[in-house]
């Protein structure tokens, strides 16, 4: 019998449980939903590099979720990890081919969305959305990073999206890889029961992208450039744009534009979109 504390024992942990591969599968997996396949794997090092390597053998709906990532992704290639059944760290793969390229850029908006509304309903938290791809809770008055999105292009032809998500559930203050990060427990969550919180986060985000494809990605008709102004604690603050080749722009976010970017007022009286970029908040929330 496998000792308690050894390190592939699913339960030494047992404030940390592992995810019900089939309870999930019950819940999740019906005959004309989204969701084709779902697989929880022990470990991997990233669910996106998985998924996207698979991604042109596998229908649209594969959901690939792993209870500890050695080597997961944010923007820009960074680099982060998380104790095993610490969080939801997953990808998704999605195919909307009958949605204009040119709109695709909206699926991880798209995510931030379906997650900050599964959360909200699960969970009992605001999850607010800083563009284009964190999520941010706040803990005592001070907010902070629990998760992100990435995105990927995948499988050539016959590919589609991959979209990941990592987000801090359990993560207590002494395990938070810097200060400014957080996790719902310590946002003071109403559960961190990941079952009933993945179920919700994926049910969110097989709504918004039915909703999102039946309006041909068209962010304004599906609602969802409202919605996710609506949850985006980026617009109304002063920020900092650090864009590629070491330019950097100032100004105050005043929209999200139909194409996904964000829009600054700068200080010279210009509103310039910016479509990538780190953004940094320089300003409190109003």
């Known amino acids: 019998m496998t000792p308690r504390d050894a390190e592939d024992n699913r339960w030494s942990d047992l404030g940390r449980p592992p995810l019900n591969a089939a309870s999930l599968r019950r819940t999740l997996l019906r005959e004309g939903g989204l969701w084709t396949s779902l697989d929880v794997v022990p470990r991997t090092g990233s669910t996106n590099t998985?998924?996207?390597?698979?991604?042109?053998?596998?229908?649209?709906?594969?959901v690939l979720i792993a209870e500890e990532q050695s080597a997961g992704r944010g923007r820009l290639d960074r680099q982060w990890?998380?104790?095993?059944?610490?969080g939801l760290f997953f990808s998704v793969l999605l195919k909307p081919a009958e949605v204009p390229v040119e709109r695709w850029g909206w699926l991880p908006l798209l995510t931030g969305v379906a997650v900050a509304t599964g959360l909200s309903r699960?969970?009992?938290?605001?999850?607010?959305?800083?563009?284009?791809?964190?999520?941010?809770?706040?803990?005592g008055e001070e907010?902070?990073?629990?998760?992100?999105?990435?995105?990927?292009?995948?499988?050539?032809?016959?590919?589609?999206?991959?979209?990941?998500?990592?987000?801090?559930?359990?993560?207590r203050e002494d395990e938070l890889p810097v200060p400014t990060a957080g996790s719902l427990a310590l946002a003071g969550a109403g559960t961190t029961d990941r079952d009933p919180l993945l179920?919700?986060?994926?049910?969110?985000?097989?709504?918004?992208?039915?909703?999102?494809?039946?309006a041909d990605g068209d962010p304004a008709a599906s609602r969802l450039q409202e919605a996710y102004a609506a949850g985006c604690a980026t617009l109304g603050r002063r920020v900092r744009a650090e864009l590629p080749g070491d330019r950097a722009i100032v100004g105050?976010?005043?929209?999200?534009?139909?194409?996904?970017?964000l829009v600054l007022a700068t200080e010279q009286g210009v509103q310039e979109p910016v479509g990538a970029g780190d953004i940094v908040h320089l300003r409190p929330a109003p």
Do not use: M
């Not at 998924?51 to 229908?59: C, I, K, S, W």
């Not at 699960?122 to 803990?139: E, I, Q, R």
């Not at 919700?200 to 918004?208: D, G, H, I, T, Y």
């Open 199 to 214: 179920r919700a986060v994926l049910r969110s985000l097989e709504q918004w992208y039915g909703v999102w494809r039946k």
């Open 143 to 171: 907010e902070r990073k629990a998760g992100g999105i990435l995105a990927e292009r995948a499988g050539g032809a016959d590919g589609g999206i991959v979209v990941g998500v990592g987000l801090n559930v359990t993560l």
């Open 50 to 62: 998985d998924l996207a390597a698979r991604a042109g053998e596998l229908p649209e709906g594969a």
């Open 81 to 86: 990890s998380a104790p095993a059944r610490s």
């Open 252 to 261: 105050e976010a005043v929209a999200v534009d139909g194409d996904g970017r």
């Open 122 to 139: 699960a969970a009992g938290v605001d999850t607010a959305l800083k563009w284009p791809n964190d999520l941010l809770v706040t803990v």
